[in-house]
């Protein structure tokens, strides 16, 4: 299960990066279309997050889960979150709070880490999806904050 995860996840950073380095060389014509998918993918990787916690706690025994409404609702808050950011009133808004909502899913995962049965290794490998997810979506958002007309 290690390997599988391992490779598939870093393989899941490729969008975040190659679109983070595309906003850079995109023609002005293409700037929004390379943002709104990058946007739309870091939205679908929330999701997928709060998945993980429904599948967490549909494992565990009847009565073993010790918070049930807090797993679950985590679970559904991260997609409702990433929706809601996908048609903020700007990308650079968006793009924001996507960067946030993955900062404070692994900060989540960290602080529940007890309670889900996660694998010993998850958190590290969870760890290093995060901070390169955050990177993808912190060259984007150099770039458009370098867009911006100068006041």
Do not use: E
């Not at 290690?2 to 996840?9: M, Q, T």
């Not at 906003?23 to 739309?40: D, E, F, K, R, Y």
């Not at 997609?79 to 692994?106: D, H, K, Q």
């Amino acid at each position: 299960m290690k390997v599988p995860a391992h490779v598939l996840g870093f393989a899941g950073l490729i969008p975040f990066l190659a679109l983070g380095l595309a906003v850079w060389i995109a023609p002005s014509a293409s700037l929004t279309a390379v943002v709104v998918i990058q946007a739309q993918y870091a939205a679908a990787v929330l999701a997928f997050l709060g998945a993980l916690y429904w599948g967490a706690a549909l494992v565990q025994p009847a009565g073993q889960v010790q918070h049930p409404w807090l797993l679950l609702g985590w679970g559904v808050v991260l997609p409702l979150w990433a929706w809601r950011m996908t048609w903020a009133s700007s990308w650079v808004y968006g793009i924001v709070g996507l960067f946030i909502g993955l900062a404070v899913a692994y900060a989540v995962d960290v602080s529940l880490r007890r309670q889900l049965p996660w694998p010993s290794w998850y958190l590290r490998l969870r760890l290093w999806l995060t901070l390169g997810a955050l990177l993808g979506l912190g060259l984007t958002l150099v770039r458009l904050y370098t867009l911006k007309p100068a006041a």
